[in-house]
T-cell receptor, first 114, second 120 residues
Framework: AQKITQTQPGMFVQEKEAVTLDCTYDTSDPSYGLFWYKQPSSGEMIFLIYQGSYDQQNATEGRYSLNFQKARKSANLVISASQLGDSAMYFCAFLMDSNYQLIWGAGTKLIIKP | DTEVTQTPKHLVMGMTNKKSLKCEQHMGHRAMYWYKQKAKKPPELMFVYSYEKLSINESVPSRFSPECPNSSLLNLHLHALQPEDSALYLC???????????????????FGPGTRLTVL
């Protein structure tokens, strides 16, 4: 069965440091999409970044980049120069070609310390 | 514009009440979703509408009744809820992922701010 794993339930990081949030997935589908979302305490689920399985380049969006290692089935989110406003829950999610329901990881709670 | 709106932001209701949650998007998306999210958990899919037709119902109790009046609007009608139904209810929209094979960034689901529901 397809699944997605976020191994870090919580992380504390000093402001301005870079952060790597881990995400691994398991699928035999050749075509899939990987998504990262941020959910602050307000509750809104904010889309951050997308990586397609056939994309040749790692995705980047501003301070967010995705370290995509297809052979290892990992899609780690890197946040450069963390800010206090980055404190939130972060979810990795996965969409297969054969099934168009998002499969979610358990999430990582990130706290940025001043 | 990647905005999905939801009303109300907060809702408190008794177990005998009838209420509705509303969701609206103007991105031309043809798939709309309802999710239920409990604290510190990922969202759980409830319903999917594709081209205004219900395409997925994840074995949701009948006290939740979805409705898609047009391509921009999605409602969730609530009746005789239980205290365990208290949660954050999220609406999302996307291009219909079934329209082509192969995943692309247009499959991204955009979420509304959610409705925090408390059932007393």
């Amino acid at each position: 069965a397809q699944k997605i794993t976020q191994t870090q339930p919580g992380m504390f990081v000093q402001e301005k440091e870079a952060v790597t949030l881990d995400c691994t997935y398991d699928t035999s589908d050749p075509s899939y999409g990987l998504f990262w979302y941020k959910q602050p305490s307000s509750g809104e689920m904010i889309f951050l970044i997308y990586q397609g399985s056939y994309d040749q380049q790692n995705a980047t969006e501003g301070r967010y980049s995705l370290n995509f290692q297809k052979a290892r089935k990992s899609a780690n989110l890197v946040i450069s120069a963390s800010q206090l406003g980055d404190s939130a829950m972060y979810f990795c999610a996965f969409l297969m070609d054969s099934n168009y329901q998002l499969i979610w990881g358990a999430g990582t709670k990130l706290i940025i310390k001043p | 514009d990647t905005e999905v709106t939801q009303t109300p932001k907060h809702l408190v209701m008794g177990m005998t009440n009838k209420k509705s949650l509303k969701c609206e998007q103007h991105m031309g998306h043809r798939a709309m979703y309802w999710y239920k999210q409990k604290a510190k958990k990922p969202p759980e899919l409830m319903f999917v509408y594709s081209y205004e037709k219900l395409s997925i119902n994840e074995s949701v109790p009948s006290r939740f009744s979805p409705e898609c009046p047009n391509s921009s609007l999605l409602n969730l009608h609530l009746h005789a809820l239980q205290p365990e139904d208290s949660a954050l209810y999220l609406c999302a929209s996307s291009q219909d992922p079934r329209r082509t094979s192969g995943r692309t960034s247009t499959d991204t689901q955009y979420f509304g701010p959610g409705t925090r529901l408390t059932v007393l």
